[in-house]
């Protein structure tokens, strides 16, 4: 005999309202923090819905609003892009940032959110006062992108507001996000190199690109002679600021012929190519110049295409999923949604043997 044990009742706001001893609209302004209550009151109603498995969707009440109001249910509200910089036109420079953000904007208009764009380190901005001007303009769904340049600590009232990173991961706190399979994009232009007739691959890149993907790039990098043992042991390049002499030093001391490096460093384009000319070597007759993360500044070259709009596009999937779910602050139990490349042909790299 088989026991079906029912379903639990999903808990509602009136019994919320009922254990704290409040009217229904008192609890459900309080939970969407449209109205100031008194702090023993606030309290008694965040007890309430603990106690009872209560979990406020923001969806439902900017729909309820909406709805009052007599607006178009087309549009559920809105989304903030959050950016660690200080000036906009940083993180606009970078290219994977852009098509990340243009994806973004259009997977979010067709749910019906809107995104505005803040910018966390600018003049007068701190994480408690952007916090303040979200809950203010009922946002309660955030983007955070990812850093154009080097990684610093980020503070934000994390507990009132539903996060995906994009594009990168935080050391503290983690966060959900969806960000490039990197170290899969190393292994993936490893193979196509060796088939090429190369074998003496190095990667050099800016140490700050190391460590905002976690250090997956160098990884990826230090983990290929495991599976390819017929390459040769080069140490990885990983300068504070890459310039033409350390490159070219590394080069000719490891005897390096096929370089894996990024299309741009501190969104200037990478002048790999014309520094090895210098030298009279000649890409790909000479040396091989492959990009893990293929970009217009170097849309010829040989690489990795990283879908930087599909990583946008799949964080706002997420993020959406977390606010109809009513899922707040830092997770127990991160996610991670990888975004696998594919290998495009360029003209940086000699054809297969």
Not at 193 to 198: E, F, L, M, S, V
């Amino acid at each position: 005999m088989i026991s079906v044990v029912p379903p639990r009742a999903t808990p509602s706001l009136h019994e919320v309202a009922k254990r704290a001893g409040v009217s229904v609209s008192t609890a459900s302004r309080c939970l969407s923090g449209a109205a100031k209550v008194a702090k023993s009151t606030h309290l008694r109603i965040l007890a309430a819905a603990s106690a009872t498995g209560y979990q406020h969707n923001s969806l439902v009440g900017q729909v309820m609003r909406a709805t009052r109001l007599g607006v178009a249910q087309n549009h559920l509200g809105t989304l903030a892009f959050v950016t660690p910089v200080a000036d906009s036109h940083v993180w606009r420079a970078t290219p994977t940032l852009c098509r990340n953000w243009e994806a973004a904007r259009e997977r979010a208009e067709s749910f019906g959110f809107n995104i505005t764009e803040f910018t966390l380190s600018s003049r007068g901005m701190t994480g408690r006062r952007l916090g303040e001007i979200l809950t203010a303009r009922g946002i309660s769904g955030i983007l955070l992108a990812a850093f154009p340049t080097e990684p610093h600590e980020i503070s934000l009232p994390w507990d009132h507001f539903a996060f995906v990173q994009v594009g990168h991961r935080l050391e503290s706190p983690r966060l959900d996000c969806v960000l490039s399979d990197h170290t899969e994009a190393v292994t993936m232009a490893a193979r196509t190199i060796a088939g090429c007739g190369y074998h003496r691959i190095g990667l050099a890149i800016e140490k700050y690109q190391d460590e905002i993907t976690d250090g997956r790039w160098s990884l990826g990098f230090a983990g290929l002679r495991a599976t390819m043992p017929s390459l040769a042991e080069i140490p990885a390049l990983l300068a504070n600021q890459m310039d033409a002499d350390r490159f070219l030093k590394w080069i000719d001391q490891y005897k390096v012929d096929c370089v894996l490096t990024l299309s741009t460093f501190r969104n200037e384009p990478n002048h790999m190519e014309a520094w090895l000319a210098t030298l009279g070597r000649h890409v790909p007759r000479d040396i091989g110049l492959v990009s893990l993360d293929v970009t217009s500044v170097h849309a010829d070259w040989s690489g990795v295409e990283q879908h930087s709009d599909e990583i946008g596009r799949a964080a706002v999937d997420l993020l959406f999923s977390k606010l109809q779910a009513g899922e707040r602050g830092i997770p127990r139990l991160p996610r991670t949604l990888q975004v696998h490349g594919h290998w495009h042909d360029g003209r940086s790299l000699r054809r297969p043997l």
